[in-house]
């Protein structure tokens, strides 16, 4: 089965929102064994919604449309769709009863503008909406044997096709393409074969490194064609997407497994997880595991990695808390960074990020303590070039330090140095195993 | 002149990248005066890109190509526009210079695959890349009559019209566009009447407050129809957009200019910046203003208002740092608040918060403490539900604090509430004037 998306919005155009609703649909999709061929977006205009709708359905056999359901003049998706499928639109009395409901338990009446919503293409289901007023729409194509009030005679051969049609609002549209949208595409599919895959979350090691470790594995796997692995880095870490196809479900994961098995022995612990974890989750886990806790010192991210250590729901069972001394005297204020070491190398150094961290750690009375001291840019700062980042770690066995160069102007430095942070004591935290 | 937007990479259609190149693109060119019609995305098939081509070339007059243009077996773009234009690939010798040099001042050899990025449609113009090895490319179609080695006679009508083909590396994208592309498209476009718009940046109102307050406005204009006002809601945000035509670029900007002086005197204070201003970027300027420093004192944040405030390249003239005290218990130690005011009404309280600002101005020396405390969820604390958060702010001329009931899940609750609190410490800083 071919599918394909078509985004309605003028605001998509502009580049005012991105399109992250066919990000979204593309992973459930894919990880649902379905192909995506194709992608379009088109703006708020009754003939270009039309056009793009009739030329998606003569390349692919199911069509989602995201947008242009909502009550204003601009929502022009049901007309469209009205349009090619060669059918009228008709008020759905069900439809404009539950607009009548759900206003007046809101002591509302209908803004008249709204009524809208409940004029469907004949012959089209409405999608229940779990989470707003607008129904979405399932349209089997050709309709025109249904049609009633309509030109019966599409011009040009009939398209065919299933197209569903889906609010742009994307909490709305998650619902309704996970209650209704995919079960219903999966029926029509039939058995796909399976395809099962798995992603493996790296940190510590640029990209190319990656694909270089992994060269021989992915070389060997081209030849047979079965299984393939993929890389996708951003934001200091990287994906390794593993994918085999076979006849069944089991066959997939049973050809898989040898597969994820050498990647993970190649990679080592730079592999901190599956599928969807996160390394702020990661660290969580492995800190709770050990009844640890962690506090953070910042200088050049200015909370950066606090702001990654409190991410996860129930950190507070693992974070302490965070110093920002952004300003140098604040180090020796807040973390008890010796003055004269200060005075002598400045605040961009080895020491002084040791210091960091065992300063929050006693302070802050955590089990570790992460200290950050860098230069984020764009200028250079104390003697050093942006980039330039020390990591700390103070734990029960000691403290360290380790220089990094970071890549990137301003904005990308202070994430890599607070994924950094993150992935040191992660690497600490797994050679110092519970109990 | 119509325009088309084409992404290349099957990455995009599996969602594992939203496509911030289109979104990017799109702002630009309308910014340009320049309409987009529609935008797709395709996968890595030689076949499905050279469709795609061609239909966005019947629909438009001009197409930017973006991704595809890499050194792997997977980039097809450069394969995909020669049949296209019914034209062979031949290697051109000064690209293929170039790639030996660079890698050659790096000490390397140029790995063998590379040098298909040398390889290019016979007839097309190399486009600089000043930020990597990829070149890109222009192809005024039809190409036939130049055609050397390959097809003369493409199939079909020849399509018409001008194709940019431009890295995926955003960056490398970027400079391309604005360097080459975007002075090319407006020579061909010639004088295309002006457009101008302008982007009023607006902080502490919900989009449905300001659609409410600027309807009357937006009605009177949909009349006369030569001036619009767009909304665009994000992270705690709202961005007003006016656009106006006219003959030229002076009579818009003087169409534009009352409509701009009614949107700022009907959202006053709420409005707090224009085009490129960022909401820290205004804070920093105000401080610097105004001689004056400031602290933050974050819980449920975890670090993300320190992050914000110190955003801004030069930020460490007027960010001295943060206290993230998570636990409760740091509360007291890190930041003074009495251990008494704590046990009775717990950490999610109006006094907590002024005691935290107070804490953190004394303590880091600032001119300014804002605070932040409250309950970011998934879960009920200390009683509160989550959204409550407080945010007070200490200065030279006192302290006080808000509670606010922030919609969302926890994501989005710490940014609306760090926003907040950016948000409060600028209209107190409104308050006190400079000097």
């Known amino acids: 089965m071919k599918l394909e998306i078509l985004a309605v919005g003028t605001e998509l155009l502009l ?49 989602i449309v995201t ?69 979405g729409l399932l349209l089997d194509m050709p309709m025109g044997a249904r049609a009633v009030g309509g030109d019966t005679a599409p011009p040009g051969a009939p398209v065919t096709g299933v197209v569903y049609a889906l609010p742009g609002v994307p909490h709305e549209m998650y619902e309704m393409f996970t209650v209704t949208v995919l079960p219903d595409l999966l029926a029509r ?15 510590g090691m640029w990209e190319s490194a990656v694909a270089e470790a992994l060269g021989g594995l992915v070389e060997r796997l081209d030849v047979t064609g079965s299984a393939t692995v993929a890389f996708l880095a951003g934001g200091g870490r990287v994906k390794v997407r593993i994918t085999t196809k076979a006849a069944s479900r089991t066959d997939a994961l049973e050809h898989l497994a040898p597969i994820e098995a050498e990647v993970r022995t190649t990679l080592g612990e730079a ?38 250590l409190s991410e996860t729901p129930g950190s507070s069972d693992t974070f302490r808390g965070a110093v920002v001394a952004y300003a140098t005297t604040l180090k020796t204020a807040l973390l008890g960074v010796p003055v004269e070491l200060l005075a002598e190398r400045g605040p961009v150094d080895s020491d002084v990020a040791v210091a960091m961290a065992h300063g ?23 003697g050093a070039t942006p980039g330039t980042v020390y990591v700390g770690i103070a734990g029960p066995t000691g403290a360290a330090a380790r220089q990094l160069q970071l890549p990137g102007r301003r904005e990308q430095v202070r994430l890599l140095a607070a994924v950094s942070g993150l992935d040191a004591l992660r690497r600490r935290l797994l050679r110092e195993a519970p109990g």
């Open 189 to 203: 599919a039939g058995e796909p074969g399976a395809i099962v895959s798995r992603t493996l979350h790296v940190a």
């Open 360 to 382: 929050v750690r006693t302070r802050l009375g955590a089990t570790y303590g992460v200290a950050l001291t860098g230069v984020a840019g764009p200028d250079i700062q104390d």
């Open 271 to 308: 592999v901190y997880g599956v599928d969807g974890d996160t390394l702020p989750g990661v660290v969580s886990r492995l800190l709770l595991a050990r009844g640890a806790t962690v506090a953070a010192a910042e200088s050049l991210t200015g909370g950066l990695l606090g702001s990654l």
């Open 67 to 135: 947008g242009g359901l909502g009550p204003t003049q601009d929502d022009l998706t049901r007309e469209a769709l009205a349009a090619v499928a060669g059918v009228a639109t008709a008020r759905s009395l069900e439809i404009e009863g539950a607009l009548r409901e759900r206003y007046s338990a809101l002591g509302r009446q209908v803004p008249e503008a709204n009524f809208r919503q409940a004029d469907l293409p004949v012959g089209a289901a409405a999608l229940p909406n779990g989470r707003g007023t607008a129904p």
């Open 15 to 63: 580049g005012d929102i991105v399109n992250g609703n066919a990000a979204w649909l593309g992973q459930r999709l894919a990880a649902a064994g379905l192909d995506v061929h194709g992608s379009a977006v088109v703006g708020d205009n009754l003939g270009r919604i039309a056009d793009a709708v009739r030329a998606a359905l003569r390349r692919a056999d199911a069509l």
